[in-house]
C-alpha cells in the first residue's frame, strides 16, 4: 500500500514548454486535490475533483489543466510553463463522503514535486 | 472565504520540553474540520491531529494535543516532550463541511526548532 504516489519528484523546464505532473493513489478514494506550495506559504489549491469524471477549480487554477482519468489517477498539466509557476506541487486524497463525519475525509499527501521553470 | 492564521514564522523548544503553536481562522460557518500537518525537511505532508468543530473535547494524540477555543476561533497545538524528530514546519488548516469538496485552506506555516 504506496498511498499517493508522484512523479516525477523533481523537473526543469524553460518557459513556454509543457508537461504533466502524475498523481495516482491506491486507497479507494474518491477526492484528489492539486496544491502548490511557495516559499514562506500554505498550500494552495489548484484543482480538485470530487469523484471519477468531474474536476473543479480551486483557489489558484490560471495556467493549469487536470484529468482524472480514473478513480486511481488525477493529472496537472502545465500547457506553457511560466516562471511564476516554479513551485513544489502536491497531490492529495481523500475518502470525501459530503455529510458524513468519517475518519476518511482527513486529506494524504503525495511526496511533492519540485518544479523550476527557467 | 474562511482564513487561516498562523502569527509565529519560527519557534525553538529544547528537547524534552513543551511548546505550543498558535493558529486562528475566520469562519462564518458552525461545522467544520481543523488539522494540524507537519511538513519535516523531505516535505512530505504528515496529519499529526485534527479536530471535529462539533466536538467539545480537545482533540489529542500521544505527545500532541490541541486548544480548540471555538468562540475565539483558535485551534493551538501544544507538543509535549518535545523531540528532535518533531523539528519541523507545521502547518494548520481548515476544511468546511457544510461546503461540498473537501478543500483545505492553509495558515502560512511556523517553523519549529528543537534544540538539545
Known amino acids: 500500500n504506496a498511498g499517493v504516489t508522484q512523479t516525477p519528484k523533481f523537473q526543469v523546464l524553460k518557459t513556454g514548454q509543457s508537461m504533466t505532473l502524475q498523481c495516482a493513489q491506491d486507497?479507494?478514494?474518491?477526492?484528489m486535490y492539486w496544491y502548490r506550495q511557495d516559499p514562506g506559504m500554505g498550500l494552495r489549491l489548484i484543482y480538485y475533483?470530487?469523484?471519477?469524471?468531474?474536476?473543479d477549480k480551486g483557489e489558484v487554477p490560471n495556467g493549469y489543466n487536470v484529468s482524472r482519468l480514473n478513480k486511481r489517477e488525477f493529472s496537472l498539466r502545465l500547457e506553457s510553463a511560466a516562471p511564476s509557476q516554479t513551485s513544489v506541487y502536491f497531490c492529495?486524497?481523500?475518502?470525501?463522503?459530503?455529510?458524513?463525519?468519517?475518519?476518511?475525509?482527513?486529506?494524504?499527501f503525495g511526496p511533492g514535486t519540485r518544479l523550476l521553470v527557467l | 472565504a474562511q482564513t487561516v492564521t498562523q502569527s509565529q514564522p519560527e519557534m525553538s523548544v529544547q528537547e524534552a520540553e513543551t511548546v505550543t503553536l498558535s493558529c486562528t481562522y475566520d469562519?462564518?460557518?458552525?461545522?467544520?474540520?481543523l488539522f494540524w500537518y507537519k511538513q519535516p525537511p523531505s516535505r512530505q505532508m504528515i496529519l499529526v491531529i485534527r479536530?471535529?468543530?462539533?466536538?467539545?473535547q480537545n482533540a489529542t494524540e500521544n505527545r500532541f494535543s490541541v486548544n480548540f477555543q471555538k468562540a475565539a476561533k483558535s485551534f493551538s497545538l501544544k507538543i509535549s516532550d518535545s523531540q528532535l524528530g518533531d523539528a519541523a514546519m507545521y502547518f494548520c488548516a481548515y476544511r468546511s463541511q457544510e461546503t461540498s469538496g473537501s478543500r483545505l485552506t492553509f495558515g502560512e506555516g511556523t517553523q519549529l526548532t528543537v534544540n538539545p
Open positions: 469562519t462564518s460557518e458552525s461545522d467544520y474540520y
Open positions: 492529495a486524497s481523500s475518502e470525501e463522503v459530503y455529510g458524513s463525519r468519517a475518519a476518511q475525509e482527513t486529506q494524504y
Open positions: 475533483s470530487a469523484s471519477e469524471g468531474t474536476t
Open positions: 479536530q471535529e468543530a462539533y466536538k467539545q
Open positions: 486507497m479507494n478514494h474518491n477526492s
